[in-house]
């Protein structure tokens, strides 16, 4: 038998903030499995990670500014919105003390919950606007920052608009410029939706996917907790392969010293340079693969170093 929709939600909005929450736990995942060293993927340069990595943020953010329209449509719950602003901005002051302990030179101080919870408020002065001009204003908001920025922003207080020249540190930075941008964009979609009458889905089980859409209805616990359990699941697995759960927590040294280090003792030793360049880039990437930096100290444990030896004898074949 069909549930009736929660007051001001829609099953289609709680399905598309499931599917974003199913590709942020995809791209975390592949995140957490390259900083534990499983894989070797470039989440930071590569253009297809980058390009991900933007449309799931903005697929959220999207979906903030047409809850702010279901919300305004229906009535407008000052003590509904005002309960779930609460309960955004509790989870981002939980992930900044969370981040500065584990984290601290990263941080994170303006991320996406950060930035929905403002985005939050400030969208309630756009509701009103033609879409048109909120679609436009909104990918003014987009193009901002990537035509002009100034050293005004630098600023440490001022980071949180986007608009300074020097990116912060931090793992999830979500700055109101450009990311109140696609806000504008959902405040203008959601408006175009509800005016061509397009359908929503009266009652759940009008809309498939019940699984995403009851993640969706209960997406800031998920987001809360789905990092954690990401990160605790690989670190058994990795515990389960042998690998010491302290290196893994740590950050991978520089290769760079490693390899030339390397590369200096095999030509001392006789070795072609060709031959030395070959052997020290299978011991780095192996030494990366398999975690076995901290072989590398002298006091390592002797299994550690059993290791070593035979990765080393594996390069030299």
Not at 141 to 156: E, M, N
Not at 228 to 237: A, N
Not at 260 to 281: K, L, P
Not at 309 to 316: E, I, Q, V
Request: with cysteine; charged share 15%.
């Amino acid at each position: 038998m069909a549930t009736s929709a929660r007051p001001g939600r829609l099953p289609v909005i709680d399905l598309l903030r499931g599917l974003a929450l199913l590709a942020m736990a995809l791209y975390h995942l592949s995140w957490d499995l390259s900083f534990f060293r499983f894989v070797d993927w470039d989440l930071v340069d590569d253009a297809g990670w980058i390009a991900a990595r933007y449309l799931i943020a903005g697929s959220f953010l999207a979906l903030v500014g047409a809850g702010l329209v279901l919300w305004d449509v229906r009535g407008r719950d000052w003590r509904r919105w005002a309960i779930r602003l609460n309960k955004v901005a509790a989870g981002a002051a939980a992930v900044t003390v969370a981040t500065w302990f584990v984290i601290p030179d990263q941080f994170i101080f303006f991320g996406i919950l950060h930035c929905i919870a403002v985005a939050s408020i400030l969208g309630l002065l756009f509701l009103r606007l033609p879409p048109v001009l909120n679609f436009v204003l909104g990918l003014a908001v987009i193009a901002l920052p990537i035509l002009w920025r100034s050293t005004l922003f630098d600023p440490s207080w001022l980071l949180w608009t986007g608009l300074g020249t020097l990116p912060p540190r931090s793992n999830d930075y979500e700055p109101l410029f450009p990311w109140f941008g696609p806000v504008l964009l959902g405040i203008a979609a959601a408006r175009w939706w509800l005016r061509a009458r397009a359908p929503g889905g009266a009652v759940d089980g009008d809309i498939p996917g019940r699984p995403l859409r009851w993640a969706g209805r209960h997406s800031l616990a998920v987001y809360l907790i789905h990092q954690p359990l990401l990160i605790g699941l690989l670190l058994l697995v990795g515990m389960a392969l042998g690998r010491d759960p302290q290196a893994m927590l740590s950050p991978p040294p520089d290769p760079a010293p490693l390899l030339i280090d390397c590369q200096v003792q095999c030509e001392q030793r006789g070795g072609g340079t060709e031959t030395c360049h070959a052997y020290c880039g299978c011991m780095v990437d192996g030494v990366r693969a398999q975690s076995l930096w901290p072989a590398l100290r002298p006091d390592a444990a002797p299994e550690l170093k059993d290791r070593l030896l035979d990765l080393a004898a594996s390069c030299s074949r």
